[in-house]
């Protein structure tokens, strides 16, 4: 038997750099792809529907008020938009065996919009790197009162 040890050559060594040139570039391209779409930044508004607050908290919020989040503590952006609607919820009228929307009395929905910066990408949008969507569940503070509410509506400028 022939006993061939391997030897080490330049075509070895040249298949070798292609390999390692052909990983980098795709490392190359993979981080700038993630590198744009985090500095791709937006003005942003959305709005959210605080449901069943008493008369009197309307008078504590304020157009300009700045706005963080009541668990994380990042800050979001200011008030740009109130809204108040007299409080709703639906009832059955007895009479005719129908539902109808009844007023609640001494209590208020409000509407709140937000304004702020957020990163936009095709797969999310995102502020201090928590998501935002229609339906979440947001708890807003500001000096004075914290307000629970669903996001109801999003735009991008």
């Not at 779409?37 to 942003?44: G, P, Y």
């Not at 409000?110 to 990408?121: N, P, S, W």
């Amino acid at each position: 038997m022939s006993d061939k040890k391997f030897k080490f050559n330049a075509f070895d060594a040249i298949i070798i750099v292609i390999f390692v040139l052909i990983l980098s570039a795709i490392g190359i391209k993979i981080y700038e792809k993630s590198s744009q779409s985090v500095n791709d930044t937006h003005k942003f508004s959305f709005t959210i529907e605080a449901k069943n607050l008493d008369q009197n908290f309307k008078d504590k919020i304020s157009v300009g008020d700045k706005i963080r989040d009541s668990v994380h503590g990042f800050f979001y952006g200011h008030v740009s938009n109130l809204k108040v609607k007299p409080a709703q919820k639906i009832v059955e009228n007895n009479t005719n065996g129908t539902y109808i929307l009844a007023d609640i009395p001494q209590k208020n929905d409000l509407e709140i919009t937000v304004e702020c910066k957020a990163d936009v990408t095709d797969d999310a949008i995102t502020i201090d790197g928590h998501h935002i969507r229609i339906g979440k569940l947001m708890s807003l503070k500001s000096k004075g009162y914290v307000v629970y509410g669903y996001i109801i509506d999003m735009e991008v400028e």
